[in-house]
């Protein structure tokens, strides 16, 4: 029998490294306790009880976004209420417990993937069968629940309106509250078993789906087990069979395998086509692709080696694959993990998986010097149900670097951080569409963000109310796109002669010219049109267009035209920059705008 196993992180394979990422995880592992090279040891006595560990991490990383978590915190307040009599329920409290913790523990009682836990009604060839929990306990939970719900059930129709309702909820809840902590009791002292439903379906069926407990045919109760039984026995047996035939060779890995080879990859979410439903993509209609048991084991860890934010109705994800040492991987996923947890605990932030990533890129930038610290690095992300892959190329390593070292505005954001608010909203089909992610995106492809600049104008100059684009967002967005192109002629030799303080006067002779437009029509249609048909020369690139407007404004309210805009002719990229630059000051509210000096014009 082979006593360990070795794991070799993988300089061209995300899936294997997610899994090994989980690995560490699962095993309590930090970045420091493994050693620099790619290499990962495990004993072979490390995979008894290992389901239980599996899910113990599940439960300890993601239990607290769960109903169950609520129900269980909600017992302090239970407490409180009972030591001190009820003298300080109030109204407020009231709806708290009614319309709070009364509906979210009915939702509990009422939830299908439960009723093998503690007992109900489960429907098998289509006829209704009562069946007992798995739970010690349960029958007991069961009815004492069923009689907290029917005398909860009589304050269900009453408001805390007036003193006489208020007294009839404040009674029956002190009635409820000794038979509610029994009940809080029982899921506390089960809990394991309720989070490893709850996360079953919520995170580990984001990575995979369709076999073990995830399978629709299967009626165990105990996750746990199943696990432990589906995906680590047959590891553990595989390491005991050292005499048997192997004819075969894992498709993943190489190791010989006999009677215990596997489908590829096919359990995998979104990875890989399920053979017994599309035979043709096999040669000869026989499949020939086969993973051994210690990979499929492997596989079953990469929802633990992803980060996922379960508080967002997308559940979306993200792994880094940085792939230097096996160190450099756990440690960059271990941040963004932290990331996520203190975002959403401390500030309630439902950050994208766009933002996660930049988030975690902010704080590797605050330790390493080097602009190009994250060049090359590959994201993962796991988006609408659909991975999503980008490698960050040097010159948006650069960028970010000098974004984030750039700041802004009263409260001094950086010019990344500053656009996170930035979308619209009911937009091509999307409830939302997300300015920040979509520069994250054109960064990711090293692409300008002069089609974002135009599209963010674009609905400020029409002044529609979907549009949630401020004047300092536009900004961060012309300055962000300044340093893409200084970074971007710096890789080509040619020196940039278009800064940050060029893009500042261009927005303040826009305001300027705003503000003399006004004086002379007092019309703000006059400007929004004008603004309108800059920002369309640009959008087409006919600068000749757009100066020839904009001179004519000029000649109109008897005003110098600035010499910048002469000199700039010849650099057609920096005028069709500066030009956005005075569109977004023609934009600018002048009565909600700073007060600002009129600029020399000489």
């Not at 409290?93 to 319309?99: G, L, R, S, W």
């Not at 079953?200 to 996750?223: E, W």
Request: net charge neutral; hydrophobic share 35%.
């Amino acid at each position: 029998m082979e006593n360990k196993l070795i794991f070799d992180m993988r300089k061209n394979s995300w899936l294997e490294n997610a899994g090994l990422v989980g690995l560490t995880r699962v095993l309590g592992k930090e970045a420091e306790d493994l050693k620099e090279d790619s290499v990962f040891e495990i004993s072979a006595n490390e995979l008894d009880g290992f389901g239980e560990k599996y899910f113990d991490w599940l439960a300890k990383t993601y239990g607290r976004y769960t109903k169950i978590h609520e129900i269980i915190k909600f017992r302090s307040t239970l407490e409180e209420w009972q030591n001190d009599d009820f003298q300080n329920f109030d109204k407020q409290q009231a709806e708290i417990f009614k319309e709070g913790f009364l509906k979210l523990f009915k939702e509990t009682l009422n939830q299908q993937s439960f009723v093998r836990l503690i007992g109900g009604t489960v429907k098998v060839k289509n006829k209704p069968v009562e069946i007992k929990g798995f739970c010690e306990g349960s029958e007991e939970f069961r009815n004492t629940a069923d009689e907290i719900m029917e005398k909860a059930g009589e304050i269900s129709g009453i408001k805390p309106k007036n003193d006489e309702n208020l007294d009839r909820i404040r009674e029956t809840t002190r009635e409820l509250t000794p038979k509610l902590l029994k009940c809080i009791e029982f899921y506390s002292n089960n809990s394991r078993y309720f989070y490893a439903r709850l996360l079953a379906y919520k995170v580990i069926a984001l990575g995979y789906s369709n076999v073990s407990f995830l399978n629709r045919q299967n009626t165990a109760a105990d996750f746990i087990q199943e696990y432990q039984d589906y995906f680590v026995k047959p590891v553990q047996e595989f390491l005991k069979d050292t005499k048997g035939r192997k004819e075969y060779q894992c498709a993943a890995c190489g190791r010989p395998i006999g009677k215990e080879k596997l489908p590829y990859k096919t359990f995998l979410t979104g990875i890989g086509y399920d053979y017994d439903k599309k035979r043709s993509n096999a040669w000869n209609m026989q499949n020939d692709l086969y993973i051994c048991p210690v990979c499929q084991w492997l596989y079953s860890l990469l929802p633990l080696g992803f980060t996922y934010n379960i508080s967002r109705k997308d559940r979306q994800g993200i792994f880094l694959n940085e792939n230097y040492s096996l160190s450099d991987l756990v440690k960059a996923n271990n941040e963004v993990l932290r990331t996520i947890k203190d975002d959403t605990d401390r500030q309630g932030q439902n950050r994208s998986a766009y933002a996660t990533m930049m988030r975690s890129f902010e704080k590797t930038f605050e330790r390493e010097k080097s602009g190009t610290a994250l060049a090359n690095v590959q994201a993962v992300m796991l988006i609408n149900g659909k991975y999503i892959f980008a490698i960050v190329p040097e010159i948006a390593s650069k960028v970010m670097k000098r974004a984030f070292q750039t700041t802004m505005g009263k409260d001094h954001a950086n010019l990344i951080t500053i656009l996170q608010t930035a979308g619209v909203k009911d937009y091509a089909g999307n409830d939302y569409f997300s300015i920040y992610d979509a520069v994250v995106q054109h960064l990711n492809r090293a692409q300008k963000l002069t089609d974002l600049i135009q599209f963010a104008l674009s609905g400020t100059v029409t002044q529609n109310e979907n549009w949630h684009v401020s004047r300092s967002q536009i900004m961060a967005l012309m300055s962000l796109n300044q340093i893409f192109i200084d970074e971007q002629r710096k890789e080509d030799n040619f020196n940039m002669d278009y800064t940050k303080e060029e893009l500042s006067l261009a927005y303040n002779r826009g305001m300027s010219l705003r503000r003399a437009l006004m004086q002379r029509s007092n019309n703000d249609k006059t400007v929004s049109t004008l603004a309108y048909k800059l920002l369309q020369t640009l959008k087409g690139n006919d600068l000749k267009k757009f100066l020839d407007l904009l001179f004519n404004v000029y000649l109109y309210t008897n005003r110098v035209i600035p010499r910048e805009l002469i000199t700039s002719q010849n650099d057609k990229e920096k005028m069709r920059e500066l030009g956005y630059g005075i569109v977004a000051g023609l934009t600018a509210d002048g009565d909600k705008a700073e007060k600002k000096t009129e600029d020399n014009e000489d």
